[in-house]
C-alpha cells in the first residue's frame, strides 16, 4: 500500500465494501490511506480492516466524531458475535468465554497483574504510556478443539499448533481453558477454584502454555499502550523480544510480577545451544530478516536470540533502547523499511561498528547463567 496521507483528526467515516456478495457497512475512522484509494479502517469495535480500492461501493463522513464502543456496546457485541459465551469484566479487560467462571476469573487476575506490572515497569522507567482505547478483549474457549476450529477460522493454516494468539486485525487475544487440555481424560479434572488452578498449572509442562498466554497479552498491552501502532514495520526481534521478556510465568505471586527481567532459563539455555552453530551475521539478520521468526526451522533460535539481545540491551544500552522503543512507537502502519534502513537505524542508535557491538552482546550473554 502506498500511503498518502496518515491519521486525521476527523468525523466517523463510513465504508461500504462487498462481503460475501452482500453489502458490509463499515464505520470508524480512517488510520491510512493509499494514493490509490484504498484504505486502513479502524472500526468502533477497534477491528482493522484494510480495504483495497476497488472492494469500496461507496464512502462518507458525518460530523459526529469517532468514538470507540463503550464497555456496555463492546459486551453486546461481543455477546451478538459469540452466542452463548459469558461476559467477565476486570478493570481493563473483558473476557468472553464459554469455560468455567472460576478459570475466566483466573485469567482476569493473571492478566490485572500483569497490566499492572507491565505498565510499574515502564513508567518508572520514564515511558509515557498512554491508556488502552477501551477494554482489551480475551475470548476464552473450553477445550483446545473448539479453540483450534475459531482460530482456523481466523488464521487459517496459520494457526497451527499455537496455545493463544494476539490478532492485530481483531486486537484481540484468544485462547482456550488449560486445565483441560494436553492430558488424558480424568488426568486434570477442572479446576473449581484459583489455588487448584494454579496447583495444575504450576506443574512441569504447564508452565510452558501459561508462558504462551502471558506472552499474548504482552503484544496486546504493547499495540493498546503506545510501543507500537498495530501493522506498522516493528523489526520482531524489538516486538517478540519484549514479549519474550515478559512472559516468564510468575503464579505463586499474588502482589506483583517477580519475574520480569529475571533470567529465562529455557531461552538462555537454547540461545547458548544456538552460539555453536550461529553464522557470523546473525545479529545483522535477527535485524532484518523476520522471516527467521516464521519458519518452524528457525523460529527457536530466532525467538532466543531476541530475548537476549533485548536482555542485554536493557542492561547495557537502556538509554539507547529506549530511544529505538520511541522511535517503533512512531511507526505507521503498512509503511515497510528494507533491511538496508532498518540496519541503518538499528546502527544509528546503538553504534555504527555492529561486529563490535555483536562482540560485546556475545561476551556479557556468556557471563548470564
Ligand atoms: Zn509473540
Given at each position: 500500500m502506498v500511503v498518502l496521507a496518515s491519521a486525521r483528526v476527523s468525523g466517523l467515516d463510513h465504508v461500504t465494501i462487498q462481503r460475501d456478495g452482500r453489502p458490509l457497512h463499515l464505520a470508524g475512522k480512517i488510520v491510512i490511506e493509499a494514493v490509490d484509494g484504498g484504505v486502513l479502517l479502524q472500526d468502533r469495535e477497534g477491528v482493522l480492516w484494510a480495504i483495497p480500492a476497488e472492494q469500496i461501493q461507496r464512502r462518507s463522513e458525518d460530523d459526529k466524531p469517532y468514538t470507540p464502543m463503550s464497555?456496555?456496546?463492546?459486551?453486546?457485541?461481543?455477546?451478538?458475535?459469540?452466542?452463548?459465551?459469558?461476559?467477565?469484566?476486570?478493570?481493563?479487560?473483558?473476557?468472553?468465554?464459554?469455560?468455567?467462571?472460576?478459570?475466566?476469573?483466573?485469567?482476569?487476575?493473571?492478566?490485572?497483574?500483569?497490566?499492572?506490572?507491565?505498565?510499574?515497569?515502564?513508567?518508572?522507567?520514564?515511558?509515557?504510556?498512554r491508556d488502552p482505547e477501551?477494554?482489551?478483549?480475551?475470548?476464552?474457549?473450553?477445550?483446545?478443539?473448539?479453540?483450534?476450529?475459531?482460530?482456523?477460522?481466523?488464521?487459517?493454516?496459520?494457526?497451527?499448533?499455537?496455545?493463544?494468539?494476539?490478532?492485530?486485525?481483531?486486537?484481540?487475544?484468544?485462547?482456550?481453558?488449560?486445565t483441560g487440555s494436553r492430558t488424558r481424560p480424568g488426568e486434570f479434572a477442572r479446576a473449581a477454584s484459583a489455588a487448584q488452578i494454579n496447583q495444575l498449572l504450576a506443574r512441569p509442562g504447564a508452565e510452558w502454555m501459561v508462558a504462551t498466554i502471558i506472552h499474548e497479552a504482552t503484544h496486546q498491552l504493547a499495540y493498546n499502550c503506545g510501543f507500537h501502532q498495530r501493522l506498522a514495520d516493528v523489526p520482531l526481534w524489538v516486538s517478540e523480544g519484549l514479549a519474550v521478556y515478559f512472559e516468564t510465568p510468575d503464579l505463586d505471586s499474588t502482589r506483583g510480577w517477580r519475574n520480569i527481567g529475571g533470567i529465562h532459563t529455557k531461552r538462555l539455555e537454547h540461545f547458548q545451544r544456538y552460539l555453536a552453530e550461529r553464522k557470523p551475521d546473525s545479529l545483522q539478520t535477527l535485524i532484518t530478516d523476520d522471516d527467521r521468526f516464521r519458519h518452524p526451522e528457525t523460529a527457536n533460535d530466532a525467538y532466543a536470540e531476541a530475548w537476549a539481545l533485548t536482555y542485554f540491551v536493557i542492561r547495557r544500552y537502556a538509554k539507547q533502547y529506549h530511544e529505538y522503543l520511541q522511535i517503533m512507537a512512531d511507526k505507521p502502519p503498512l509503511i515497510y523499511d528494507s533491511p538496508d534502513e532498518r540496519l541503518e537505524e538499528f546502527q544509528r542508535i546503538f553504534g555504527e561498528d555492529l561486529q563490535a557491538f555483536d562482540a560485546e552482546f556475545l561476551e556479557y550473554m556468556r557471563t548470564v547463567r
Open positions: 464497555r456496555a456496546e463492546l459486551s453486546a457485541r461481543l455477546t451478538e458475535q459469540l452466542p452463548g459465551f459469558r461476559l467477565h469484566h476486570t478493570a481493563n479487560y473483558l473476557f468472553v468465554y464459554n469455560t468455567t467462571p472460576a478459570y475466566a476469573q483466573w485469567c482476569g487476575s493473571l492478566y490485572e497483574r500483569l497490566y499492572r506490572a507491565f505498565r510499574n515497569y515502564w513508567q518508572r522507567r520514564g515511558f509515557a504510556l477501551m477494554p482489551l478483549v480475551v475470548l476464552v474457549f473450553d477445550s483446545r478443539e473448539s479453540y483450534m476450529a475459531y482460530a482456523r477460522s481466523e488464521l487459517g493454516d496459520a494457526a497451527g499448533n499455537i496455545d493463544g494468539y494476539y490478532s492485530l486485525q481483531t486486537n484481540r487475544v484468544t485462547m482456550f481453558d488449560l
